[in-house]
Each structure stands twice: as C-alpha cells, then as structure tokens.
C-alpha cells in the first residue's frame, strides 16, 4: 500500500473507513476537532449525542446489533468519565466496542493539565485494552488491533486516547488491511465426545448466553433443538436467542425466575451452556450449579478460552464462538429414543403458563398484565425491545415472547438508563424497526434528556415509561431487609407527557388500563418520538407481591 502524507485525525477517520465503520456516536470536544473535521468529508454517519453516556450506551447497542464495534467518539476528562458507563455495559455484556477519548498536548502530561487523565490506568479494569496514540504513524497499527481486540475471543471495549497535537500532526503511512474476526472452531473429537454425552443422557438442558450469535447460529441451534427435543433456555436478558413459541422453550434464567425452570436445570445430569458464562444473575448468585465441579456434567462452549474453567470446570470444555459451534452441529445426530422428549413439553407448557400475562393482577388501576397482553396483540414480533435497569424491565422480559434475534437490547450489568439511548441507536441503525422502550421513572432521568437526540433525528421510538414515585427495586429491597423503614427512595416527578412534547416529541399520560390501547394508538400514529406517561400504583412492585406483602413478610420473619 502507498504512504501517503496526512494528519493524525485524517489517517484515525480513514482506518474508521477501510475497517467498515458506518455510523459513529459522539459529544464534539475540542480535543479531538482534527479528527472531527477529518469526519466532515468522511462517508460514516454521526449521531450527535446530549451526553456521553448516552453516546456511550448508543455504540454499545450498536455493537449488540450488528456484531461489529460501536464507535464513540467522547473529549478528554469529564467527557470521558461520563462515557465509562457504557464502556462497563460493554465489558460485561461482552459487546464489541471502542471508544476514542480526546487527550491533552503530549508536551503537557504529568503536570495536572486542564482535564488530563491517565486513561490507561482509569479505563485498563473497564476495558478490554486501554491505549494512548504517541505517533501518528501508528494509528494503522493501533486502530487495526483495535478491531481485533473488540471483535475476538470474548468480545469486549478498547479505549484509545487522542493526544491533540497527535491528530494534527502529519505522517506518512499506509493504511491497514481490513480487519477479520478470529474464528475458533470445535474439533471433530469434541463433536463426537458431546454426541456420546447426548446419548447418555436422561435430562439433558441448554442454555445459551453471552454474544458472538448471529440470525444463521440461532436458526441453526433452533434445528438441532428440534431433532433432539432438546428443553433451551436462554440466560439473563439474552432471550433473543430462541424463539419463545417454539416447543423446546423453557424460560429465561434472570430475576424473578420461574422455580418450576430452575427446578429442571437442578435436576438436569447434563448442561449444555452455550456461549455465556453463567455468571451471578443467570446462576442466581452462584447457586445453580456447584463450583468450581457441578454436579451435571458441564458443557461448556465458549469463544474465549480464559473463560473455560473460569468459574466452573466442565465436563467438556469447547474453544468456539455459538457460530462455528452450531455449524458444526448439524453433524450431530440424535439417539433412537429421547427419554427427556415428555419433560420438554411439560417444561414449555410451565413457561407459556408463568408468562401468559392475563392472569397477572396488581393494586391500582393501571393493569400492567392487561398492557403486556395488549402489545402482544398489536406489536410486531420483531419489535425491538430496549430497557435499563429496574423493577420495571420484568413486565417485559416476562411477558414479551422475544420471538427474533437481534430484538433485544437490555444491560446484563445493570445499569439504569439505558433503554433511551439504546433504542436511539437500534432506531438510528435500523430505521425500519419498531423501536420500544421500558423504562421506570427513576430509570428514563439518568439519560431521558436523549430523547432530544431522537427527536433531532425524526427517530419514532417509543417510551412505555412506569411511573411509580420511586427507585423501586431499591425500595422493594428496602422493606424486604429493613421493613417500614423507607430510607432515600422516594421521588417527585415531572409530567413526562409534558417532558416529551417539551423536546418536540409526543406524549400523553396514561392511569387507567382502558385508556392505554388507544394512547398507544395515537402514540404510534403520531410519527415522533412519544412518551406514554403511565402511572402505577406504587403496591405494584412486581407481578407477583406487593410493596405491603413483602414488608410485612419481612416483619413476620424477623419476629
């Protein structure tokens, strides 16, 4: 390849290109205005964000999407330390990511200059790889190995810091190759080893997490459960993974979980965990299998071999991503019988009963059971659904049959706020999509003001937003271990409603059930971006007790 002569911020936007880099979020900073200049010419979209958290949160919804690193671009300093929420999304819902951070002059380190950072040290225990650019020269190098570092193994974030006279400084180099995704595959003996583990087994389970999925892997996985009637579960916030209507559907292992599925993983003599890494929530706080030797055998597959062995030490450890596994799959025959066959209808039958929302009923007249059943008859089953952290979040993942891949874009960190900016990044992405996000009160203010970014781009998500007066799963918490003692959550809220046409979007305040289809309705049909304000009782803490039932269990216990 020729070299030629060009500035640091030039040759950082041209690998952005070469490496296929179509959309980029960001807030301008002045640190990195070479760079941004270099992307005024440049064929890659720009989504301008309100924050950097939000910017953050969008690339990182981006990279669950399309399996390729988001890209955000944030300023030095504060900026930087704003996007960390995200760039933490990302390393523990193993996104591919990278995230560039403006940076003082290089003359200027070690003096405490004007929002300097050492990113190295504040971003190397969030992030995959953190790194700082000295020579322009070496942006082909850095940014090529960037891509591979966020794509590979167990996908993750990189960090990587613009010195400011480092982009306008000139070079002349060449650029780099495309970047490839390191493939690892299963071998023919594993393959064979796991058909004698099937063979042998009476109450064999799968479970799927963890990303390097694609539609092709899913669809594939969905074959192989049906020649062996295998019972799928998918783990925490991951239930895009297998279509709920279909017959070998046993649930999702998150919070609140069907004991009747966590029952038939317990019984299970056979797990076949498939790309995640069973970590606190989807184990229920390490109690579903025994460490570091369960009591099933383990089959463990998992693109990153650090990750084998980790926690738990399988029976059969398998070095492949969920693509390569399932391909070779198809190579894996079932046995005469299927003893398990009976358990797997009675187990598919256990979750359609725990997730038929009809028969869910709360204090107060919103009837959120009511709402599920209403946008499970109306909405798309490809809609896309985004949400943060909170009580909230069961109404949809217990209720919504996440039916497609690529619908589901929820933090298996945790984190509050980010069902906004996910969804304006899924809707950016993917303007075709119907975009919906659950959110709760508490939840929507962390980032809600990107709801301005949606309505600058004439992106019609819609906001379901649960209003009931506090951080409600802290509180829920709060009477289950100090009963009556409310301490620090409560909250006084905006109209939201009000909020939404503030920023030139859509909304309207819903209290009663019969009044949501229509809002919904009028919400869809209004082409901007709505808010559906909905007022719960706050008794309403989770579909099955309420805020009164679990103090006064608590009290009970404590007597």
């Given amino acids: 390849m020729t070299a030629t002569s060009r500035t640091g911020g030039q040759i950082l936007v041209d690998q952005l290109t070469l490496h296929g880099v179509d959309h980029i979020f960001c807030v301008p900073g002045e640190s990195y205005l070479a760079a941004l200049d270099a992307l005024h010419d440049a064929s890659i979209n720009v989504t301008i964000c309100r924050q950097e958290g939000g910017a953050a949160m969008m690339a990182e919804a981006y990279g669950k999407l399309t399996g390729r690193p988001g890209i955000c671009f944030v300023t030095r300093g504060p900026g930087a330390t704003n996007a960390s929420p995200g760039i933490h999304i990302a390393k523990q819902d193993s996104t591919p990511m990278i995230l560039f951070v403006g940076q003082i002059e290089r003359g200027m380190r070690e003096r405490e200059a004007f929002q300097e950072l050492d990113y190295r040290a504040a971003f190397g225990p969030l992030a995959k790889w953190a790194t700082e650019v000295d020579d322009p020269a070496r942006f082909p190098e850095i940014i090529s190995r960037a891509f591979h570092v966020a794509t590979s193994g167990r996908p ?9 006279d480092v982009l306008t400084e000139m070079a002349a180099v060449a650029d780099a190759p495309r970047y490839q995704v390191i493939e690892t595959h299963p071998s023919l003996a594993q393959m064979a080893d796991l058909q004698k583990l099937l063979h042998g087994a009476k109450k064999p389970v799968a479970l799927l997490g963890g990303s390097r999925w694609s539609e092709v892997a899913v669809q594939r996985f969905v074959r192989f459960a049906e020649r062996f009637e295998l019972p ?55 109690t579903l299998l025994d460490i570091p030797a369960p009591q099933q055998k383990l089959v463990h597959i998992h693109p990153d071999p650090s ?21 070779a799959l198809e190579g894996v025959h079932p046995p005469a019988s299927l003893p398990w066959a009976e358990s797997t209808k009675t187990s598919h039958a256990d979750y359609l009963n725990w997730s038929n929302p ?23 089953s490809d809609t896309i659904y985004c949400n943060g952290a909170g009580n909230f979040a069961t109404w949809v993942h217990r209720f919504w049959p996440f039916k497609h891949f690529g619908t589901q874009l929820a933090p298996t960190s945790g984190s509050m706020g980010y069902g906004v900016p996910a969804a304006v990044g899924a809707k950016r992405v993917q303007p ?23 309505v600058q781009y004439d992106l019609p998500i819609l906001v379901v937003l649960l209003d009931n007066g506090m951080y409600g799963t802290i509180r829920m918490h709060q009477e289950r271990e ?21 920023f030139g979007g859509y909304g309207e305040r819903v209290e009663r059930t019969e009044d949501f289809p229509a809002a919904l309705q009028r919400a869809l049909t209004s082409s901007k971006p709505a808010i559906l304000h909905c007022l719960l009782d706050p008794e309403a803490i989770t579909p099955s007790m309420s805020l009164s039932a679990i103090r006064d269990k608590a009290r009970e216990s404590k007597k």
């Fill in 307 to 327: 990750e084998l062995g980790r926690v738990y030490s399988p029976h059969l450890a398998i070095n492949a991503s969920p693509v390569a596994f399932t391909a």
């Fill in 358 to 380: 009809s028969q869910i009923r709360v204090p107060g007249s919103l009837q959120m059971g009511e709402v599920m059943a209403h946008l499970r008859e109306v909405m798309p």
């Fill in 432 to 454: 075709d999509s119907t975009v919906v996000v659950f959110a709760g009160d508490g939840d929507f203010l962390m980032n809600g003001q990107e709801f301005a970014t949606a």
């Fill in 482 to 502: 100090y009963p009556g003692r409310v301490s620090a959550t409560e909250l006084k809220n905006p109209d939201f409603a009000a909020y939404a046409k503030a």
């Fill in 156 to 164: 993750g974030p990189v960090v990587i810091a613009l010195p400011e």
């Fill in 232 to 286: 799928v579960a998918c783990t925490f916030r991951r239930q895009m993974l297998f279509p709920a209507d279909h017959a070998s559907y046993i649930g999702d292992l998150g919070l609140g979980v069907n004991p009747k599925l966590l029952a038939r993983i317990k019984e299970a003599d056979l797990v076949l965990l498939v790309g995640g890494r069973l970590s606190e929530v989807p184990s229920q706080a390490y």
